[in-house]
């Protein structure tokens, strides 16, 4: 819902939206790997489709994220080469695939 009224605002300000992010997308169990969709599947799918946006990717509930962004490294930073770390890599490459080329 917070996602929908912000996306609207926005567009009511003429601010251009490049897409949704569905933040705690998953939670995989460290012990046995199995995938969990604690606040359910595909919210920020079936909300850029509403609205006609694009999906710019999935950030997972990662008990890693937490514990490096309370230390104040990003995750991308104290762990480049985990999957978390691509997920957000992921989603740097969206954005700036988007956006406009700058002015020469």
Known sequence: MDARKGAEM??????PVLGLIQNMSV???P???HKTHIFGADG??????TLGLDV???IPLHLNIREASDTGQPIVFSQ???DE????????????????PPSE
Do not use: W
């Open 56 to 58: 710019l990717g999935d």
């Open 10 to 15: 926005f567009r009511k300000v003429h601010v």
């Open 80 to 82: 480049p080469e985990s």
């Open 85 to 100: 770390a691509k997920a957000y890599l992921k989603i740097a490459v969206e954005v700036v695939r988007r956006l406009p």
């Open 31 to 33: 012990k046995c790997k």
């Open 27 to 29: 939670f995989q169990c």
């Open 44 to 49: 920020a799918s079936k909300l850029a489709q």
